[in-house]
Structure formats: C-alpha cells, structure tokens
C-alpha cells in the first residue's frame, strides 16, 4: 500500500499506504459484483476445537506482499503486511445480540518516499489496527445499532465497499485525511435507508489527545441490494498530527447502478482542506465474472485543491485494474495508474502495482 501521486497539500497522509491500511466492516450490503473476488473473509482456520466457542466464528491469518515502481522516481517501493482478521457474532436464546470485529496487521515499508506520519521514515515496521470493534444491537431488524471500537469512516463509496488490502480504492484518506478512527457510531437501517453517524477522536491509529482533534462523521443512503443506490455524506473534523491539527470539512454525494454483471459507480465530495477549497472526484465501472474469480475495473479520480498562491492544483488520474482469485486463499492483483495531466517536468507518470495476497 504504497504512494500515489503527490496530493496538492502537504500532508503525508495523502498516500496510498494510509488510503489502503484501515480495514474493512464485515457485510458491507453494495451489490455482490462491486465488492471484487471471492468473499471478505475467504478462508478461515478450523476452530472446531474450541467447541461452542467456534459457533459463528471466523479467524483468518492474512498475508500480503506489494510492490509498486513509479516512473517518476524509477524506483520501487514494497509493502509487507501480516496479520489477522476475526469475526465473531454474539449470541443468545433470544438472538444475535452484537458483532465483534479485530483485524491487526504488523506492516513493514520499504523505501516509500512519503510514508503515513505515524511511520518513523521510508523503511520502517509500523503495528496498524484496521477494525477493531463490537456492533451491539440495540433495536431489532438492525433499525438501532450502536458501534464502539476502531471503524471505518462512514464517508462516501468506502461505507459500502470492501476495497481494504487491496490495490483498488475510491481516495477516502487523501480526500478526508483520515480512514479509520476510534470512536462509536449509531447506524441501522430504518425506512428503507442505510445510515451510520458517528463521533470520533480524530488521531487515527492511535488514540492522540494533544491539541483535542475530533471528527463528526455520517452518511444515509439508500439500499443497494436493490441494484441501485444513492447515498449523502458529511465530515467535519480537526485531526491530529504531531505538534498541530489539521482542518477537514467535506459534504459528499455517492450512487451506483448495477446491470448484469457490470457496476457503474461514482462519488463527488467538496469542502475545505484548512482555508483552501478542496474538491474529490472519482467514476468508476466494474465488472466481475459470475464464479467471483476475475474482477476487473477503470476509473477516473481527481483531487483538487485551490491555493491562493498557486490556484487549483492536483493529480487527475485513470486507473485500471485486475483481481484474480484461483482458489480460497490466494488473491493476485494488479493496477496501472497513469497521470492524465503533465507535471513540472513535462511528463506524464506512470505508476504500476502488483499484490499477491494470501489468507489461511
């Protein structure tokens, strides 16, 4: 999970390592063929042996090696991730009751030439917490539930996509600067709509009090399992760096339509990155074949910022990309990613990644 193109602010959190670190919710409810290869928890250890404990259980060892050359820098950057992910439904006479989700990964960067500001330099190993949270129950079909833990920022496309540790994703933390966070949510479906709404502590990774950061986060949409969607976000937040705070502020909208096989989808979002007007655009459309080995996609992103200084500025890119799953365990992937705009130098960078992604 490595660097995209330099981002129009400064802020090292506008890299793909921190874009791609955080994790994902379990039952992300988008249309099946948005969601890419297999199934977010493909594999699973046998814990039969554990008895009643092992009821509704899933315990996945993750393993992942990424390799990223960008013709800007002729240089490559790797990314190791090993980890864990487990899924656990908490249950009674009467029902289930709550959902716990850990993931964790210890993450090692090679040469990256911005990494994330919660890694000590270019090469570095960093223990990141992706979700770690329990879901409980608080009304029933799901109307009320109340989250508290490490989640995902319920913003945009990443509401409903499992894009985590993979190649593919729609720029949630350069746009918001920020992916994951600790704090609680409400969120449940009610009337029809999908909502989550949520107070975090606005650090990230780690829990940081210093300069008091905060983010207020949301986002209610309409239910995709109809084939179509169309959601409405908002953020607001001052997050957390070392020695400062950065302000964010973000108003988003999002939809997607499915036809066969193929899924259409966009996400527009505008607002301000401290006193400069910010704008994040992406369009992308899919395609995956029905025995959920191949899935294929093309995008279009940009991320835009107005300087005072320098005026609107900020990369404009395509995408395309390819996921392979030959079997339960293994997910091979590969992305082209081509600036469409010319930089100072005249060029236009190209940047190639390669993932080769196993869970036991």
Known sequence: ??????????????????????????????????????????????????????????????????????????????????????????????????????????????????????????????????????NWKLAPRDALNLKVGHFEMPFGLEMLLDTNGTLRQVGTAPNLGIKADWGVTLNGVASGLEYEVGLSRGSGNDWESAGSPYAVVGRVGTDPTQGWWLGLSGFAADLYRPGTTIERRRIGIDAGLEFGAWTLMGEVSGGSNDSNDAIHALGELSWRDPTEDWFVYGQLRTQKQESSVTGWGGPFQSALGIEWAPDRHWILSAEWVQNLEKTSTGSRDTIVRLQARYRF
Request: net charge negative; glycine share 8%; charged share 25%.
């Open 1 to 134: 999970m490595v660097v995209v193109a330099a981002q129009p602010d400064d802020e090292k959190v506008t890299t793909r390592e921190e874009d791609a670190l955080a994790g994902s919710p379990e039952g992300a409810a988008v249309p099946e063929s948005a969601q890419g290869v297999g199934d977010p928890f493909p594999s699973g250890l046998d814990l039969e042996w554990m008895g009643s404990l092992s009821d509704n259980l899933r315990f996945t060892l993750d393993l992942s090696g990424r390799f990223e050359y960008d013709t800007a820098r002729e240089d490559w950057s790797i990314t190791q991730f090993y980890g864990f992910d487990l899924f656990k439904v908490l249950s009674n006479e009467r029902g289930d009751y709550a959902t716990i989700l850990a993931q964790g990964f210890a993450t090692r960067i090679d040469n990256n030439p911005a990494p994330p500001w919660f890694f000590d330099g270019p090469t570095d190993w960093q223990w990141i917490n992706r979700m770690m949270y329990i």
